[in-house]
């Protein structure tokens, strides 16, 4: 593959867009996320870009209220290494019973050194060329190809971009069918689990068999030979003592792929783009962005965003989108429902406008001013003022 991008070419606009920094590379989380919210061009093309969102938030002074603390960033990275010490020997005694699966003995291999003394494009380049080998290898059932994966680097496409995953999962195959672990730090107390933490590793686990399918398929392979059941590795009941059980990704695969199928192209949303817009922070010597701050905001501000309450918990822009929702009025703040039902209508102050009939609807709004005039009728009964 060609390193050469040419001006104009689409790679050639994102790194642009993105500026002198480095790529960030995309996880399943955050593209778990970019699923959530299909239709932002802000964060389709900052994403796509590679840019570094929590520290474009921060500089613009509206840093993300979310983060895993350093305990549990600490918490967590022990638990994967208890997990994966000995070459997985725990994890391999769970999916033995797990599975039901013979498994005596087992070659591992860890990816994640694969291309480490060179910059991090090459890097990946090299780690994704190495994954692929040994998964086709895996996939045509030649005896030393392995049977666990660590750190395997796979790719995926969105928005017609390829997006690099770096997973801290392992991949298991045995006569050739793969699953995909999660190991995860959250707790399993008396077989149960925090439900919104298990939904958020099931669509995280999710991308990573889409992705593990999509290469199976540009190998030649049939992309079912990747399982639908992901293994979760969780500490049970307090203790450190890893479990593992299966959790069925059928709902969040169809989910995402829908998702992405609908994502409109970047080279679409690049095109209405003033020619020389970026994001680019300007990092100085110190590594500290010294582009003014208006500069930067009004850089953002030529992006169309989509503002939902929901991204408060899955973008790290989410506060700088909503204060500037909050400044135009829209009706996005007031949730997806509302905003879909709402139709064409883009403001809270259109909407009220409209309900009191102090602004006439535009062609197209009729049947919405009508419902919303019903609603404001309604509304005053219940209060007693007509
Ligand atoms: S916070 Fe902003 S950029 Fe992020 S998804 Fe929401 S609207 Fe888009």
Redesign the pocket.
């Known amino acids: 593959m060609s390193g050469l991008k040419r001006e104009g070419d689409p790679a050639h606009r994102l790194d642009a867009l993105r500026g002198t920094t480095p790529p960030r590379p995309h996880d399943a989380r955050a593209i778990a996320?970019?699923a959530?919210?299909p239709g932002?061009?802000?964060?389709a093309l900052?994403d796509g870009a590679g840019l570094d969102?929590d520290a474009a938030a921060r500089h613009l002074g509206f840093p993300a209220p979310f983060g895993q603390s350093p305990f549990a960033i600490t918490r967590g990275n022990a638990f994967e290494a208890l997990v994966k010490a000995d070459g997985c020997a725990e994890l391999l005694r769970m999916l033995r019973e797990l599975l039901r699966l013979p498994v005596a003995e087992v070659a591992y291999h860890d990816v994640q050194n694969v291309g480490e003394n060179t910059d991090a494009r090459t890097g990946a380049h090299l780690r994704h060329a190495h994954t692929r080998s040994l998964i086709d290898r895996a996939a045509r059932g030649e005896d030393d190809a392995g049977t666990l994966y660590d750190h395997p680097l796979l790719a995926l496409t969105i928005a017609g971009h390829t997006a690099f995953l770096e997973p801290d999962v392992v991949a298991f195959q045995l006569g050739g069918r793969f699953h995909i672990v999660e190991i995860k730090s959250f707790a399993v107390i008396d077989g149960q689990a925090e439900p919104s933490a298990v939904a958020a590793a099931a669509r995280q686990a999710a991308v990573y068999v889409l992705a593990l399918r999509a290469l199976l398929e540009e190998l030649g392979h049939d992309p079912l030979r990747v399982s639908h059941d992901v293994v979760l590795v969780c500490p049970e009941n307090f203790a450190n003592r890893p479990a593992a059980s299966l959790v069925d990704v059928r709902r969040q695969l169809a989910v995402l792929r829908r998702q992405l199928a609908r994502m409109t192209t970047l080279d679409r949303l690049m095109a209405g783009l003033p020619e020389d817009l970026t994001f680019d922070l300007r990092p100085g010597e110190d590594g500290r962005p010294t582009r003014p701050v208006a500069e930067l905001a009004d850089a953002v501000r030529r992006?169309t965003?989509?503002?939902?309450p929901?991204?408060?918990s899955?973008?790290?822009?989410?506060f700088?989108?909503?204060d500037?929702?909050r400044q135009e009025g829209a009706s996005?703040l007031l949730g997806r429902q509302v905003r879909d039902e709402l139709g064409g209508v883009a403001s809270v102050a259109e909407a009220l406008g409209l309900a009191d009939g102090t602004r006439d609807p535009a062609e197209g709004q009729e049947e919405i001013a009508r419902l919303l005039r019903n609603a404001e009728r309604l509304r005053r009964e219940c209060l007693g003022s007509v």
């Open positions: 996320a970019l959530a919210n932002c061009a802000r964060r900052m969102k992006t965003a989509r503002y939902a929901e991204c408060l899955t973008c790290d822009l989410c700088f989108c909503r500037e929702a996005d």
